[in-house]
């Protein structure tokens, strides 16, 4: 991991999930959520779009800090890196995918929702990890009891995270930033209304332990 795989949960308190359908909204996106204070930006790799998507946005987003999610094969982590991504998400993760990632060069966050799989990763040398899906499988208590018995490990909580319990998330020691998609309501993007999201991604910036957006 290089040294910008030490700061990538330390970017901003969130990092926006985006899941684009047409490539032309990417750098427009990008532009939005960076001028409101989320640099950090994860595009899935949910829609034919999203190589393009993330190529755009490394071109033409000088600002942004563009990375891939939903990661799950060798062959995305090398597609990903040569489009430009900056960091990898996966939602789980195996030893091959695992090695892919970090013979990538880039930040990786792989994922994780037991406490057998994160001290699995810490045998391995990774410290930092994606706690997915948040919610569901166990929320802050579940974190909150990890700290204890595993301070080593920090996390990017995804999966039913919205403005109402972000601040619960952040509040934790072991938590760095939480991913979520409320800054980019669907029918803000149909109607290219980036004014609007950058509103929201400068809310959803300003968040910390015990504040609230809406």
């Known amino acids: 991991m290089d040294a910008m795989a030490s700061s990538l949960l330390d970017l901003a308190p969130v ?3 985006v ?10 996106l990008a532009r939005a959520l960076v001028a409101g204070g989320l ?11 999203a190589l393009d998507a993330i190529r755009a946005i490394a071109d033409g987003v000088p600002g942004a800090v563009v990375g891939a999610g939903t990661v799950i094969t060798p062959e995305q982590v090398a597609e990903c890196v040569v489009a430009g991504a900056r960091f990898l998400v996966s939602p ?7 090695e892919a990632m970090r013979a990538s060069g880039v930040p990786f966050l792989p994922g994780v929702s037991t406490t057998s799989e994160v ?14 899906p948040a919610q569901a499988a166990g929320g802050t208590a579940y974190l909150k009891s990890l700290a204890g018995p595993l301070p080593q490990a920090r996390f990017c909580p995804t999966g039913g995270i919205g403005p109402g319990n972000a601040p619960e ?3 934790l020691p072991n938590v ?3 991913g979520g998609t409320w800054m980019l309501p669907a029918d803000a993007i149909a109607a290219r209304d980036w004014g609007r999201i950058e509103a929201l991604a400068r809310a959803a910036a ?6 609230t957006c809406r």
């Open 92 to 98: 789980g993760w195996t030893d091959v995918l695992l």
């Open 119 to 132: 001290v699995a990763l810490l045998e391995r040398g990774v410290r930092e990890m994606k706690f997915f």
């Open 169 to 171: 998330y952040l509040a």
């Open 15 to 17: 990092v926006p999930v």
């Open 39 to 49: 640099p950090a930006i994860e595009v899935t790799l949910r829609t034919p779009v």
């Open 206 to 211: 300003g968040l910390s332990a015990g504040a």
């Open 19 to 28: 899941v684009l359908d047409d490539a032309a909204d990417a750098v427009p």
């Open 176 to 178: 760095g930033c939480v």
